[in-house]
């Protein structure tokens, strides 16, 4: 659908044809969380979900950027970028010198450090929810980084992509997250999930066996807006560095769990508890991968809940909405369930038997209509295919 989408708004925008469309998917995260800028492990899918941005090369050097997030093009000379982004972080979103969501794709041009040998004209167009924790934003940086990679020969990896949507994200946007989210959309593979170590960027893909065991992935967006440039997530990161530094150790990925007891005396409970939630996070996602590959995926469940716990009562990073869907899907009977994403709002996942798909949808929306909350938004989700190029 975003294919159509951005190949009409291209015409629209150009009164010409697109030389190529690229695409990547947003993403689920089915455990792992806050553990990637510790140089941790996690474990999530692509969704089906994807953007595309439809792109030609210009001969003069400017960049034009449209999408249907806004309903004006925005217009930027490349000779701009770096005045634009070359400052404080996030200065030129905050100033408002370019709306939020131009700065994903102005960004990752930016941050590939080519010298671009041309001017590009870009559509966008997306079918990723915004806002609902499944990373709208890596999947604009995906198709944005596919684009020029492809046209202007950068010969890059799927990696060295992932790290410079990161770095636009970081540094052009203003948001200190990792490398999860566009790792997990540019590596997608269909009934898989990508095992990635944060340290060493090593991936392993690894079937999960959902379709063939009649297992479905619901979505439970609760419609609480978060957002990561803000808040929360920094002072999350701003905690585990702190941790980390006061346990002599140089990032949380370098202590396991026989080291808690030394980091509860060590540590103000605060930070303790953040310390334990990334340590025994670390720990659920290697043992995801093993009782995966041992026992099948309907024995991944209690990992889920336990990770959902870790981060509602160590981490704090749930809000009542979250909570109330994962256990309203694990009485209807999810094999598991956990908020998923940075948190403060946007979804969770539950892991259910396929037939129990339409009836937890239905128990979790009554639950959400009985506790007074907004409807949440309820789809399934299926692991997909990651970046690639569709035209
Ligand atoms: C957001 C960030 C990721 C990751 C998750 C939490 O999605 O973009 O880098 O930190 O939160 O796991």
Redesign the pocket.
Known sequence: MSLEAAETLFRELTGREPEGAWSAPGRA?LI??????NEGF?FPIAIEQRTTAAVARREDGVIRVASTFDPEPVEVAVADLASLFGGPAGSAVANGSVPEWAAYPLGVVWAAEAPPPTGLDIAIASDVPIGA?L?S??AIEGAIAGAINDLWGLGLSLIDMAKIG?RA?NEAVG?P?????QASSFLGRPDHATFLDCRSLETQSVDLGFAREGLAILVMDTRVTHA?STGG?GERRASCELGARMMGVPMLRDLTVDDLARAEETLDDVTFRRVRHIVTENQRVLDTVDTLRSEGPRAIGGLLVASHVSMRDDFEISVPELDLAVATALDAGAIGARMT???FGGAAIAVVERDRLDDTIVAVAAAFEKAGYVEPRQFEVVPSRGLGRDL
């Open positions: 995260n792992g969380e806050h553990t990637d800028y996690v924790g990373s934003s890596a990161r994200e948001a997250t990792g490398i999860m989210d990561h997530y994403g940075g948190g």
